[in-house]
C-alpha cells in the first residue's frame, strides 16, 4: 500500500527570538499543495521572496545551516527542519518576518508542539523515498567524521560523539524509526563548551542566547570573577558550575542529550535532499558542514538514479489541452507553436508534451544533413507550456500577453532530434506579484533530461 504526502491542516504560527541576532522572530507554518517540498518566504521583504529548502542552496555551515537563494539568506534551519521531517510532513510553506528561525529552547521540541497542534493532513499524491540501494560512505578528515549510509527498509539512525572531554565522554544516540523522533530525540537541546560561548560574544553572535537555550560544559577552570561576569553577559543574578561539569543554566533532560542533539541535527540537515530516505544512516562526530557534505554525496546519486520525469506519460490518456485548445490561448500559430499538448496542471505546476517530427520547418535550414531540434526553440517551446499555466492565473486570458523578460541557468544535456517527444515539466518557484510569473523548467526525452533552464514572464494586458 502507497504512503500518502502529508501537509499540515492549518496555518500555526511560533514566536520568538534568532539565536545570532537576538530579534524577534515570528514564524508560520502554512498548508501547501502536493509536491511543494519546504520553502521559506521572507515577508519582511519586497516582493516576499521564496528560498527553497535543498542541499545546493546552503551557503555557510559555520554556527548552524544557512540556505540563499537569489541573495536572500535564511540562517540556522536545522531544528525547523527536523520538525518537519521528524513528523514524516512533506509540504509546508514557512513564513519568516526575519531572517532566521526563532531559536526556542535549543531543540526542535516547541516546532513539532506548534504542528502537531495544527494537525498533520494526509494528501492525494504518493511519498517518493530515496531508497539506498548500496553502501555509500564519507569521510571529512579535517573534522574526523566519518558517515555511511546501509540498505534498511525505512530510516534509521545512529550518532556517536567523542571531543576528547572528561565531562562528555563518549556518547552514542539511535533512532530506530522515524515515529519515536517526538519523544526521543525532539526536545534535545544544543551544546556548546565554554570556550565556544566566550568566542561567540566576542564576535557579536548568539545575541538571542541567554542560558534557556543550551547545555554550556566547562571546559576550563573558572575564578569567581570568571562565573560573576559570566552571569551578567545573561542578565542571570548567578551561575554556577555543577560538579558533573556543566553550567547550572539547565538541566539534562537525558543522560545522553548531547548526543542526542547531533542526531536531531543529521535529521535537519538530511531533509535539505528534498526527499525521505529508506536507509541507516550511521555518523561518527557529525557537524553541519560534514552532514550538507554527506547529504550532497547523497543528492548527486539521487539524480544519477532518477528515472525520467516525476509525470509519466501515457499516450492513451486524453491530454488536458489539445493542439486546438493550445491554439485559442495562445498567440503563437504555426509554425511557431511549438507545444502539442498540455499533459497536467495544478496551481504550482504544469506538463507539455511536443513531438518533434522530421517536417519541422526548423530542420530545413538547421542541420539539414543532420537534424537537431535548435536549443532557444527547446526554451521557446518550455516558455510556452509555462504561457499556458500563466495565462490560467487569470479570469479573461484571452486579454493578456506573455512577455519573456529573463532567462536563467539554461543547460543543454543531449540533443533533441526527429522522433523526439519531449516534455517539458515546469514548476512555479515564487507566487506570482503583479503579473511575474518565474518558474524552473525541466525538458526531458524520455529518462533523460536534455534541457532545464529558469524562466520568467510577465502577463502584460492587452491595450
Known sequence: MATLQHTIAKPVTVSGKGLH???TVTMVFNPA??????????????????????????????????????GVRIFTVEHTLAALAGLEIDNVL?????????????????????????????????????????????????????FMAVPADEFKVTV????????????????????DFKDEISTSRTFCFLH???????????????????????????????????????????VKIEREGILNNVSLRHSNEPARHKLLDVVGDLALLGMPIKGHIVATKPGHASNVAFAKMIKKQMKEKKSGPMFKYDPNATPLYDTKKIASILPHKPPFLLVDKILSMDQEHVVGLKNVTMNEPFFQGHFPENPVMPGVLQIEA???????????????????WTYF?????????????????????????????RGICHMKGIAYVGDQVVTEGELMAQLVKKS
Request: aromatic share 6%; hydrophobic share 35%.
Open 21 to 23: 541576532t537576538g530579534k
Open 405 to 433: 523578460i529573463k532567462i536563467d541557468n539554461v543547460k543543454f544535456k543531449k540533443m533533441v532530434v526527429p522522433g523526439d517527444t519531449l516534455i517539458f515539466e515546469l514548476q512555479l518557484l515564487m507566487p506570482i506579484r
Open 382 to 400: 518550455m516558455a510556452q507550456t509555462g504561457g499556458i499555466f500563466a495565462l490560467n492565473t487569470v479570469p479573461d486570458p484571452e486579454n493578456y
Open 33 to 70: 499543495p502536493e509536491n511543494h517540498g519546504f520553502r521559506f518566504r521572507r515577508t519582511d521583504l519586497e516582493g516576499q521572496p521564496i528560498v527553497h529548502v535543498d542541499v545546493s542552496n546552503v551557503v555557510d555551515v559555520s554556527r548552524g545551516t544557512t540556505l540563499e537563494e537569489n
Open 160 to 179: 556517536m560523539i567523542d571531543y576528547n572531554s572528561p565531562v562528555l565522554g563518549t556518547q552514542h544516540a539511535t533512532l530506530n524509526q522515524i515515529s
Open 94 to 146: 514557512i513564513d519568516l518576518d526575519n531572517s532566521e528561525p526563532p531559536i526556542m529552547d535549543g531543540s526542535s521540541g516547541a516546532f513539532m508542539d506548534a504542528l502537531l497542534t495544527a494537525g498533520v493532513k494526509e494528501q492525494k499524491e504518493e511519498r517518493k523515498f530515496f531508497e539506498i540501494s548500496e553502501s555509500i560512505s564519507f569521510e571529512d578528515k579535517e573534522k574526523d567524521a566519518t
Open 196 to 238: 565556544e560561548l566566550e568566542h561567540l560574544l566576542k564576535q557579536n553572535l548568539i545575541k538571542g542566547g541567554d542560558l534557556d537555550n543550551a547545555i554550556v560544559v566547562v571546559d576550563r577552570v573558572m575564578n569567581d570573577e570568571e562565573i560573576d561576569h559570566l552571569a551578567k553577559l545573561f542578565n542571570k543574578p548567578k
